[in-house]
């Protein structure tokens, strides 16, 4: 049996209920999505069945990917929030 890691990094046609055990969703979130469009995660449809390929629901989850706050507060966030209280400070605002 393949891992999730195997599995994703072919670029093959695997099918919904599959795509949304990748996902930790339920296979009818999945369905709804297709249905009102959003989020948009491409998909195919051969014979009345859908397929999704591996590499657009990696591309889904590389996009849906976030820093943590911690990473986020030392590194940019840190800077914008002295730069707000140096402006705030000197009425810059």
């Not at 599959?18 to 195919?44: D, F, M, V």
Request: aromatic share 6%; proline share 3%.
């Amino acid at each position: 049996m393949k891992t999730l890691s195997q599995v994703l990094d072919q670029d093959a046609l695997i099918s919904a209920p599959e795509a949304a055990k990748i996902l930790t969703i339920a296979t009818q979130t999945l369905s709804r999505w297709r249905y009102q469009g959003h989020p948009h995660i491409p998909y195919i449809k051969i014979g009345g069945i859908v397929r999704y390929r591996t590499n657009d629901i990696k591309a889904y989850i590389d996009k849906h990917t976030h820093q943590t706050a911690e990473l986020n507060y030392k590194g940019v966030a840190r800077k914008a929030v002295k730069d707000a209280a140096k402006a705030a400070a000197t009425g810059d605002v």
